[in-house]
């Protein structure tokens, strides 16, 4: 009996080498540029964007829409200068391997601990206490938005009222 030919590309097994614990073993993607979701969102909104403006066809698929859906709801930083402001507090620790600063800036870790725990391969990059200084940076980023953002509404409605 003949076996029915096959109806898709055999895959290579996977490497087996790809590994975000203490040690990060990221394989193929060790050295590949990795984006938070907030820098995500910001490309493929500006892509959509720029796609409509062109008026070429977005192609929006189901995947898309979930993947927009999905960065829109846990990207922590909406404004461009934040995300900015964010990719260079985190670009500035040298130490750390681009998935880590990633994940930082994803994450949103409170503390030094719960940072250590959710990325183990930061255990022996970085002390406590410059962790812990990092992380307070990219909240006060975060403050600074809330309060602007929460200034502006205020100056809107003021301005608003008096026209």
Same mark, same amino acid.
């Given at each position: 009996?003949?076996?029915?030919?096959?109806?898709?590309?055999? *895959?290579?097994?996977?490497?087996?080498?790809?590994?975000?614990?203490?040690?990060?073993?990221?394989?193929?993607? +060790? =050295?590949?540029?990795?984006?938070?979701?907030? #820098?995500? %969102?910001?490309?493929?909104?500006?892509?959509?964007?720029? *796609?409509?403006?062109?008026?070429?066809?977005?192609?929006e698929?189901?995947?898309?829409?979930?993947t927009? /859906?999905?960065?829109d709801?846990?990207?922590?930083?909406?404004?461009? #200068?934040?995300? /900015?402001?964010?990719?260079?507090?985190?670009?500035?620790?040298? /130490?750390? %391997?681009?998935? #880590?600063?990633? +994940?930082?800036?994803?994450?949103?870790?409170?503390?030094?601990?719960?940072?250590?725990?959710?990325?183990?391969?930061?255990?022996?990059?970085?002390?406590?206490?410059?962790?812990?200084?990092?992380?307070? /940076?990219i909240?006060?980023? =975060?403050?600074?938005?809330?309060?602007?953002?929460?200034?502006?509404?205020?100056?809107k409605?003021?301005?608003?009222?008096?026209?």
């Amino acid at each position: 009996m003949v076996a029915p030919a096959p109806t898709s590309r055999s *895959r290579a097994p996977p490497a087996g080498d790809e590994e975000a614990s203490t040690v990060l073993k990221l394989g193929e993607f +060790q =050295d590949v540029d990795a984006l938070t979701h907030s #820098e995500a %969102a910001l490309v493929i909104n500006a892509l959509v964007a720029k *796609r409509r403006g062109d008026r070429k066809n977005v192609n929006e698929t189901e995947i898309l829409s979930k993947t927009q /859906e999905y960065l829109d709801h846990f990207a922590r930083f909406k404004r461009k #200068e934040n995300v /900015e402001a964010v990719e260079r507090l985190l670009g500035s620790r040298g /130490e750390l %391997a681009k998935f #880590e600063r990633a +994940q930082l800036g994803s994450l949103c870790c409170d503390t030094a601990d719960e940072a250590k725990t959710l990325i183990p391969s930061l255990q022996d990059k970085i002390s406590d206490d410059d962790l812990t200084e990092l992380l307070d /940076e990219i909240t006060k980023v =975060d403050g600074i938005y809330k309060l602007r953002s929460s200034s502006d509404s205020v100056m809107k409605f003021q301005y608003s009222k008096s026209v």
